[in-house]
């Protein structure tokens, strides 16, 4: 697609106004999932299980049934048989069935008329469990003595030979990867792990659930994406999907944790088992971390081979990812973006899906790109320091630019990586002096985004409003990025612009806020369905004029004639034709349905400084630089904040967060004291440089931004903790223990 | 089980509730006072999202059982403006951006407040440790850190 | 002919063949034409796959056109965050 057509003047786009719901969420009113409630309402809780595998032998909830104030009490023989694929694993999931897989696994649920009651209930529940043998890390969980989790969990893609723990196989490459090694001046290998790190939303999962008889009902929750909750819910309760209304509430973080179901469609289940009561559901952060998903772990070799002037002649790369105990680590992913930063002619992955007995995984951030990025950014910088080449120019010198044939197949179309490198050399924060223990870390990263299946709407409203309906949740300030774009199409003031968030009976399918998509696909639906209520004013325009709607153009807000010929008639502005609009043919409104496929990923490159105390291990960041490419940022304000937000998780994950599991097989701390997510105080500012390398496959130019930010930190933080001490570490988090040990030699 | 009968100020409203004894401040300002803007994100304190000013004093109201309110001042994210004036923390943090998905907003306006009455003219140091027990998982507190320094000096011009 | 090139995992399933020549004017029918030749891959196209046409990832459109020269990739499924 050429850029003929977009536009590159804007009066609005990259303006940054006050968010629509702004008032709304710094007065305390705006409804997240667990503010809403309902005449008649229970309270629902959940029994999880304690151990990591076990055999349900005996569900006993007579006692719970016989305290006053309990309504229903549902396990799995309340759910139907026989779905298989994705959605038994979902089933499965929300509710175990012969066998508790994991630590937190859901096993009953209670409804009852308060919540204290309902937690009193889910005490009395007696369960037998005959407890198996369990493993929790991805490397035993492939050797040959692990215990099977589950027979006949692999699909056609796994060769013969492997242990049945491994459920997905991925092998994917090109070149000749002899010939390539054999052209490196220098070549390492290094083996690496990072472990599960958690979304850490602040707002646990929430629903309110009212489902009667006839197995028809609602659904209240706070989502990334309602429809999926609506599919997901219905498919686990084996019920028509368009049976349920799911309505979305503003949401308190998602980050891919919120695009699944955990307890939605137990709160539905119960409802139906009381007569319809609405049972309410919230989770506590225990279960948030217990049993809602993480993300993979992963183990990995990277191979890697440079000339003296720094040329990657050839890379390989073996990903192992548990997920958790269903199929679904994001190895697919990881694979794909393990190189794809680089033009690399020899070139090889070959990923593992490994089950384990570990919580579902679930999408976080950039899905398998970090981990990837991890190894694959430290290696280079290995390479770089070995030869004594500069990390910037060096991967200038093999970066990926439009045309290029990436890593994974296809060429690129137009890209950033390069306008972010030579951004971040440019930087001053790239020639800050250093001090002694300190150092300098840098790595790119890269998500090639989504379009997704996206339905928009927008009304023109009488009092010459325009009212824009999409079905993306916001999650980060998206109703301000819809608004700019209508205000844009329309050339009318951001204030007329209102921007609701549809539930599933009010649009056609939309997914979920996920894959950096929102502000592309549902912007892109605003814009075109702008265009189509344009179309249609311009008629009402002509219609009055007596003209061909051919002859009216609209511009600055209004129809006008387009030339001398058309005629001469004065501007009738939005408002204008708006206010009369039910005396001339009624209301008017535009639509959009797609699967938008003019998407294009972002690159980005982060430079950090670290300093490393050399008695406790204890690293702290001085400065943070993130450079990224955003096509056209449309509210520069949340496009920064989406480059910080990206970069503090990646630091976390970088530095403390991990799943830490006993020999028990219990997770050792779902606590937030204990899976430390960066405070405030563990900081610094977050620079940034927004580049604009426009996309061509929306209007105005704009890439997703929200995920690529996560990938970069992991390598960026543990190069600078390299240079730092002296020390690579292959193993995240480093934590001050971990860095500590390396200082001194035993690590 | 009996229920306590507890008569608490509330953003300077007296409130009256019955509570087990088992409940928190937090559970009974939302759920039998209908205080809303008070979040739960952990009930451990750890996360900040559920702060408010007890006689004056910030605490995480997940940790303050609902029977030790009682005569006591309360302050929440409900009683920040002033009728329809917007406390300058509100306006700057929209103004700044220094909300994404704003499930901890209303937590760190009450403790940026608390922070800014007791030290109107506080460092970035100063607030990013007395911000350190409020979570924010969305923007790496950059805006959060600016809006509050922002205010802090316009309410010093006012002043 | 569109040229369909396959990821390994995928060329084990086609004979060992790193790019597939089949007919068809939409993704739906090269996909459709992709499986007659070679049934080995129906497992790996209804697990679901991304399709790549001349560079631009076209997901969820079976109806999204293909020139006889066009250059298409099987990618794998994504998804996002």
């Known amino acids: ?747 | 089980m009996s229920k306590q009968h507890i008569t608490a100020t509330v953003n300077g409203d007296e409130v009256e509730f019955l509570c087990d004894t088992r409940e928190t401040l937090l559970d009974c300002l939302r759920d039998h006072a209908g205080i809303m803007g008070v979040k739960e994100g952990c009930g451990t304190g750890d996360c900040g999202a559920c702060s408010v000013t007890l006689d004056g004093r910030l605490v995480c109201s997940c940790l303050v059982l609902g029977v030790e309110a009682d005569g006591a001042e309360i302050g929440t994210v409900e009683g920040i403006a002033e009728g329809e004036k917007l406390h300058p923390l509100q306006r700057k943090f929209i103004e700044h951006a220094a909300l994404q998905c704003g499930i901890c907003t209303p937590g760190i306006l009450v403790a940026a407040k608390n922070l800014l009455e007791k030290n109107p003219d506080p460092t970035e140091t100063e607030i990013r440790y007395w911000l350190a027990g409020n979570l924010c998982r969305c923007t790496g507190y950059d805006k959060i850190v600016r809006a509050v320094m922002d205010a802090a000096a316009e309410m010093r011009e006012a002043s | 002919m569109a040229e369909v090139h396959l990821w390994s995992g995928l060329r084990s399933l086609a004979d060992g063949k790193e790019m597939v020549e089949v007919p068809g004017a939409t993704v739906g029918q090269v996909l459709d034409s992709l499986v007659a030749a070679h049934p080995g891959l129906e497992p790996a196209l209804q697990r679901g796959v991304s399709v790549a046409v001349d560079g631009q990832i076209v997901p969820n459109s079976r109806n999204h056109p293909v020139d006889p020269d066009s250059e298409i990739f099987l990618l794998q499924k994504l998804a996002g965050g």
């Open chain 1, 1 to 747: 697609m050429a850029l003929d057509g977009q536009k590159t003047a804007y009066k609005y786009i990259g303006t940054t106004p006050d968010r629509p719901d702004g008032l709304d969420k710094v007065t305390g009113r705006a409804r997240y999932g667990a503010d809403i409630s309902m005449p008649g309402m229970l309270h629902g809780a959940v029994l999880r299980s304690p151990h990591a595998h076990a055999r349900i032998v005996k569900i006993d909830a007579s006692k719970a049934l016989a305290l006053k104030g309990v309504k229903a009490v549902v396990t799995r023989a309340d759910f139907p048989d026989g779905l298989d694929g994705e959605d038994w694993n979902l089933q499965e999931n929300c509710m175990a069935g012969e066998k508790a897989l994991y630590d937190g696994h859901a096993v009953a649920a209670v409804a009852a008329t308060s919540p204290l009651i309902a937690r009193d209930a889910v005490k009395l529940i007696e369960v037998d469990y005959e407890v198996l043998p369990h493993v929790t890390d991805v490397d035993a969980a492939m050797k040959d003595d692990a215990p099977v989790i589950r027979e006949g969990a692999a699909d056609f893609s796994v060769p013969e030979g492997l242990h049945p723990n491994v459920v997905r196989y991925f092998d994917s490459g090109r070149g000749d990867l002899d010939k390539g090694f054999a052209e490196a001046d220098l070549i390492i290998e290094r083996s690496y792990t990072t472990e599960a790190a958690h979304q850490g939303y602040i707002e646990p999962h929430a629903c309110l659930g009212q489902m009667g008889e006839d197995g028809r009902g609602e659904l209240w929750v706070c989502t990334q994406g309602h429809w999926f909750v609506r599919r997901m819910s219905t498919a686990v309760l084996g019920i028509e999907t368009t049976n349920i209304r799911v309505t979305p509430s503003e949401i308190g973080g998602g980050f891919g944790g919120k695009t699944t179901v955990f307890i939605e469609p137990l709160s539905l289940a119960l409802s139906r088992k009381t007569g319809g009561k609405p049972v309410k559901m919230v989770m506590s952060r225990n279960e948030v971390l217990r049993a809602t998903g993480p993300t993979a772990s992963a183990s990995m070799d990277i191979k890697m081979g440079m000339t003296k002037d720094g040329k990657i002649t050839a890379a390989h790369g073996t990903f192992r990812m548990q997920g958790g105990a269903f199929p679904g680590a994001p190895v697919d992913v990881t694979t794909m973006l393990a190189f794809a930063n680089y033009d690399i002619e020899n070139v090889h992955h070959i990923g593992y899906d490994v089950i384990t007995n570990r919580p579902k995984q679930a999408a976080y951030r950039a899905p398998g790109a970090p981990m990837a990025a991890f190894a694959t950014e430290s290696t280079i910088d290995e390479l770089c320091r070995e030869l004594g080449l500069d990390p910037i120019d060096t991967r200038l010198k093999n970066a990926a630019r439009e045309g290029t044939r990436a890593t994974f197949g296809p060429k690129f179309g137009p890209i950033g990586l390069v306008e972010t490198l030579e951004a971040a050399k440019t930087h001053p924060n790239y020639s800050a002096p250093l001090g002694p223990n300190q150092g300098r870390g840098v790595a790119s990263g890269y998500w090639m985004n989504w379009g997704g299946e996206t339905s928009a709407s927008v009304a023109i409203s009488e009092d010459g409003t325009v009212t824009v309906s999409i079905g993306t949740p916001d999650i980060g300030g998206s109703r301000a990025s819809m608004a700019l774009m209508a205000a844009e199409a329309f050339g009318i003031p951001y204030e007329d612009v209102r921007v609701n968030i549809s539930d599933t009976g009010a649009l056609g399918v939309n997914e979920p806020t996920h894959g950096s998509r929102a502000t592309y696909a549902s912007g892109l639906a605003t814009i075109r369905s702008a265009e189509d209520c344009i179309g249609k004013l311009c008629k009402r325009a002509a219609d009055k004029w007596g003209i061909d709607p051919e002859a009216v153009i609209w511009e600055d807000g209004c129809a006008k004639p387009s030339g001398p010929n058309a005629g001469e008639f004065p501007p009738m502005s939005l408002a204008e034709i708006a206010g009369e609009m039910g005396s001339t043919g009624g209301p008017i409104s535009g639509h959009f349905e797609d699967s938008p496929a003019g998407f294009s990923g972002s690159f980005g490159t982060h430079v950090v400084d670290v300093e490393v105390d050399p008695e406790t291990g204890r690293t702290t960041i001085l400065r943070y630089l993130v450079v990224q490419d955003a096509g056209k940022a449309i509210h520069p304000a949340y496009v920064e904040g989406q480059f910080q937000g990206g970069a503090a998780q990646g630091i976390g994950w970088a530095l403390n967060e991990e799943y830490i599991y006993g020999e028990d097989g219990r997770l050792q701390n779902p606590v937030f004291l204990d899976y430390r997510v960066p405070v405030a105080s563990d900081l610094p500012m977050i620079d940034t440089v927004i580049v604009e390398v426009p996309n061509p496959g929306h209007p105005y130019g704009v890439r997703g931004v929200g995920e690529t930010g996560i990938t970069p930190p992991l390598p960026a933080v543990a190069n600078a903790v390299r240079e730092a001490t002296g020390k690579r570490i292959c193993n995240l988090p480093l934590r001050p223990s971990r860095v500590l040990a390396a200082i001194q030699g035993k690590g």
